[in-house]
C-alpha cells in the first residue's frame, strides 16, 4: 500500500484507483453503519474518493492513510446527515467475494445485530471490529474521548448480548 499511496501522491491516477478499491469495502462498512442506507453511503464514499483525489498531498505521515481517509469518510457521512436525509434501513446485500455461503450467512448475521444496536454504537463497532481500529484511534476519529469509546463499545456489546441470548433480551428497534 505504501507504493500506491507514493505513486498517488505524485497525482499517479491509476494508483489511486487501485488505492481506493483497497479500501472500498472498509468505506462501505463505515458509511453504512453511520447512514444505514446503501445510496447515502455510496454518496459519501464518492465525496470521500474525491476530497481525497484532491487533499492527498496535505497527508502528512504515510502511516495514517487509513485513519485520515476514514475521518474524511466520517465528516462526509456527518454532513449527509445534517442536509437532513432520512435515514432508511436497506436489506440490500453488500458484495461479498468470498462465494461462501457461511460468509453470507454471517453478513446478514452482522447486518442484523447492527439494526438492532443504537445508532450512536454501530460505526464503533464497524471501526473495532471489521475495520480494526484500536479504541485511541476511534477517539481520535470520531473526536471523542478514549474512556467515552470504551464506554459506548460495552454497552453496544450489552446490546448485542442481549440480542443472542433471548432469556435477558428486551425488543430492539
Known amino acids: 500500500m505504501n507504493t500506491l499511496l507514493k505513486r498517488a501522491k505524485r497525482r499517479d491516477g491509476e494508483a489511486f484507483v487501485a488505492l481506493m478499491q483497497e479500501n472500498m469495502k472498509g468505506m462501505y462498512r463505515t458509511a453504512f453503519a453511520i447512514l444505514s442506507n446503501d445510496e447515502d453511503a455510496a454518496d459519501a464514499i464518492q465525496d470521500t474518493i474525491l476530497a481525497c ?16 481517509l ?3 469518510l466520517i465528516n462526509k457521512c456527518n ?12 436489506d ?6 468470498t462465494g461462501s455461503a457461511c460468509a453470507e450467512y ?3 448475521e452482522w447486518r442484523e445485530m447492527l ?3 443504537d445508532e450512536k454504537y454501530r460505526v464503533i463497532l464497524v471501526l473495532y471490529y471489521a475495520e480494526g481500529f484500536k ?26 448480548e442481549l ?9 430492539c428497534k
Do not use: N
Not at 446527515?81 to 434501513?89: I, P, S
Not at 470520531?142 to 446490546?159: D, P, V
Open 53 to 68: 483525489w484532491e487533499k492527498l498531498h496535505t497527508l502528512k505521515q504515510e502511516a495514517y492513510f487509513k485513519s485520515w
Open 70 to 72: 476514514t475521518r474524511i
Open 79 to 90: 454532513d449527509i446527515l445534517r442536509k437532513g436525509r432520512k435515514l432508511v434501513y436497506s
Open 92 to 97: 440490500s446485500m453488500m458484495d461479498i467475494q
Open 106 to 108: 454471517e453478513m446478514i
Open 115 to 117: 439494526r438492532c444496536v
Open 135 to 160: 479504541v485511541k484511534e476511534i477517539g481520535k476519529l470520531l473526536g471523542e474521548s478514549e474512556s467515552t469509546i470504551k464506554r459506548r463499545l460495552t454497552l453496544a456489546r450489552r446490546q448485542m
Open 163 to 171: 440480542m443472542y441470548y433471548p432469556e435477558m433480551r428486551r425488543e
